[in-house]
């Protein structure tokens, strides 16, 4: 029943920036950490950037500086906010929650997925 839904993703120019956002709908009892993954072609997902529930964030060193993740506990949404884009930073941005569930208790969820093109 809990599902991640994000949005905002597009093709940006190389110095541009973007905003996705990612909510968590569902019989939803607590919402621990949140983050961003990504994947690109031939690559192994990693990890972007995360968030815990009480605010502490950890960023992937070739974001640092660039992307900023935070989060809105009252609407169970994350968001990441990506400057300076750069080429290297084109793949599928993929949205995870920790979530205390009615029907599942404790366990991770993952979105969809949002497709970030950065090309002049």
């Known amino acids: 029943q809990v599902q991640l839904v994000e949005s905002g993703g597009g093709l940006v120019q190389p110095g541009g920036s973007l905003s996705l956002s990612c909510a968590a709908s569902?019989?939803?009892?607590?919402?621990?950490?949140m983050g961003w993954y990504r994947q690109a072609p031939g690559k192994q997902r990693e990890l972007v950037a995360a968030?815990?529930?009480?605010?502490?964030?950890n960023y992937q060193e070739d974001v640092k500086g660039r992307f900023t993740i935070s989060r809105d506990n009252a609407k169970n949404t994350v968001y990441l906010q990506m400057n300076s884009l750069k080429p290297e930073d084109t793949a599928v941005y993929i949205c995870?929650?920790?979530?205390?569930?009615?029907?599942?208790?404790?366990?991770?969820?993952w979105g969809q997925g949002t497709q970030v093109t950065v090309s002049s």
């Open positions: 995870h929650a920790d979530v205390w569930s009615q029907e599942f208790r404790r366990r991770d969820y």
């Open positions: 569902g019989s939803i009892l607590s919402v621990y950490d």
């Open positions: 968030i815990t529930s009480g605010g502490y964030t």
